[in-house]
């Protein structure tokens, strides 16, 4: 193909300093905001009964929050699981669970944790699935 007229000569505009509105290095580091993201299983679990009730359970309902279980590798470095990993659990229970608080030496014999937690996944999950917060796609 061969071109009928010459390429036209646009016009150039004279160079000019690149200027930023914003500055390039930010002042402060970015920070991780202080309170955790509440999510509607978490705003559900505040007040409910806690579904893990380990031996000595006080069943605090005004300390009960949703607690993500870790000891299924679902998080990692400061990133819980899925809000479907989690029961609701009052403090007493929680600290006892998240090994804040020892105890698990101090269980009764025949003590079975897993079972436990195994128990506290069906309640949480039926109690939130009957409030609806937790339901499957489709219902
Ligand atoms: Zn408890």
Not at 4 to 29: F, G, H, N, Y
Not at 80 to 92: H, V
């Amino acid at each position: 193909m061969k071109r009928s007229a010459p390429l036209r000569q646009s016009k150039i505009l004279p160079r000019r300093e690149l200027t930023r509105s914003a500055p390039l290095v930010a002042k402060s580091p970015m920070k991780k905001s202080a309170r955790p993201k509440m999510t509607a299983p978490r705003t559900f679990a505040k007040g409910k009964d806690c579904t893990l009730c380990l031996p000595g359970c006080p069943n605090a309902t005004e300390t009960t929050v949703l607690c993500h279980l870790r000891q299924f590798s679902g998080g990692g470095m400061g990133i819980k699981p899925w809000d479907g990993e989690a029961i609701l659990a009052d403090d007493w229970c929680h600290s006892r669970l998240d090994g804040r608080v020892p105890w698990i030496k101090d269980a009764p014999e025949g003590f079975d944790l897993w079972e436990h937690i195994a128990w506290a996944i069906v309640r949480t999950h039926r109690i939130m699935h009957a409030a609806g917060v937790l339901l499957m796609k489709g219902e």
